[in-house]
């Protein structure tokens, strides 16, 4: 049984370029949220989406965008990157709670991807 | 808003020493979940133990207990009979049940070295 993966693991860009992050979610699993980690902090919640739509949102601006794909993976785009962008990304997928039989209270991550904005 | 605070940038414990993480939280919501996670230097974030806030009882898995204190909005681990491979920062999360979604609010994190 496949975790969640992420791809790609490192990722080198310049100021004002646009990067795309994807994520594939743990088997049975529906739900996708991505966090960004800067260097030495915890991470901070971004969005959130479920059955293709956005559900949540954290206080990121517009230049941090989603989608989920009909097979519940998902893509965090970033346009006019800064240098304060550079961070890990984490992905993380959960069961919704429809789901009968799994546990719905739990995120599992994936190995994150490094971003570096020079 | 709900907020984490870790006050423990770091801790270190001697190897099958007994070590206690601290992390308090600020909510006014009486429904919620806390989790502990592991973050090796491997970045892979793993769960360590999940804690629902309407269980009076204390969660446990194997070395890793919890101190849950509703009313004091306090929540530590500990860690019994360390093991080198325990080494890693710990994040305490946050996540309401009373809002739709299951976003997770980390504290800061604790840095936790084992020596040999």
């Known amino acids: 049984d496949a975790g969640v993966t992420q791809s790609p693991t490192h990722l080198i860009k310049t100021r004002g370029q646009q990067v795309t992050l994807r994520c594939s979610p743990k088997?049975?699993?529906?739900?996708v949220s991505w966090y960004q980690q800067a260097l030495g902090q915890g991470p901070q919640f971004i969005f959130q989406y479920y059955e293709e739509e956005e559900r949540q949102r954290g206080n990121f601006p517009d230049r941090f965008s989603g989608h989920q794909f009909p097979n519940y993976s998902s893509e965090l785009n970033v346009n006019a990157l800064l240098l304060g962008d550079s961070a890990l990304y984490l992905c993380?997928?959960?069961?919704?709670?429809?789901?009968?039989?799994?546990?719905?209270?739990?995120?599992?991550f994936g190995p994150g991807t490094r971003l570096t904005v020079l | 808003a709900q907020t984490v605070t870790q006050s423990q940038p770091e801790m270190s414990v001697q190897e099958a020493e007994t070590v206690t993480l601290s992390c308090t939280y600020d909510t006014s919501e009486s429904d919620y979940y806390l989790f502990w996670y592991k973050q090796p230097p491997s970045r892979q974030m793993i769960l360590v133990i999940r804690q629902e806030a309407y269980k009076q009882q204390n969660a446990t898995e194997n070395r890793f207990s919890v101190n849950f204190q509703k009313a004091a909005k306090s929540f530590s681990l500990k860690i019994s009979d360390s093991q080198l491979g325990d080494a890693a920062m710990y994040f305490c999360?946050?996540?309401?049940?009373?809002?739709?979604?299951?976003?997770?609010?980390f504290g800061e994190g604790t840095q936790l070295t084992v020596n040999p």
């Open positions: 999360a946050y996540r309401s049940l009373e809002t739709s979604g299951s976003r997770l609010t």
């Open positions: 088997s049975g699993h529906d739900t």
């Open positions: 993380a997928s959960s069961p919704d709670g429809r789901l009968a039989g799994l546990p719905t209270d739990t995120q599992y």
